[in-house]
């Protein structure tokens, strides 16, 4: 069993920045692959983000390359969203999520087995 708890989200002004934080407990953080996920209101689920296990190895959606950046620190069991020139459409619950194939991209949200609750970021234009 993992355990994730988001944090950082917010209200930000278009262009502004955030990082998200996921905090991992439970079982050994650095076997999983690490992605995040967001879902605005009415939409689907939307893959934003994966880091192999060992931090090696990133994808990114196309609409987020160049603006968000995803890293994480194995020691402190936490993984990373870095946020840049956010826009309204950046608007969603964000959410980090486990994939215990640590070796392995995935986008496809049922290829995580374990999810946060989320953490709200709001763009306002």
């Known amino acids: 069993q993992v355990q994730l708890v988001e944090s950082g989200g917010g209200l930000v002004q278009a262009g502004g920045s955030l990082r998200l934080s996921c905090a991992a407990s439970?079982?050994?953080?650095?076997?999983?692959?690490m992605g995040w996920f967001r879902q605005a209101p009415g939409k689907e689920r939307e893959f934003v983000a994966v880091i192999k296990w060992s931090g090696g190895s990133t994808l990114y959606a196309d609409s987020m390359k160049g603006r968000f950046t995803i890293a994480r620190d194995n020691a402190k069991n936490t993984v990373y969203l870095q946020m840049n020139s956010l826009k309204p459409e950046d608007t969603a619950l964000y959410y980090c999520?486990?994939?215990?194939?640590?070796?392995?991209?995935?986008?496809?949200?049922?290829?995580?087995?374990?999810w946060g609750q989320g953490t709200l970021v709001t763009v306002s234009s």
């Open positions: 439970g079982r050994t953080f650095s076997n999983y692959a």
């Open positions: 999520a486990a994939d215990q194939a640590g070796w392995r991209l995935k986008r496809t949200p049922q290829d995580y087995r374990y």
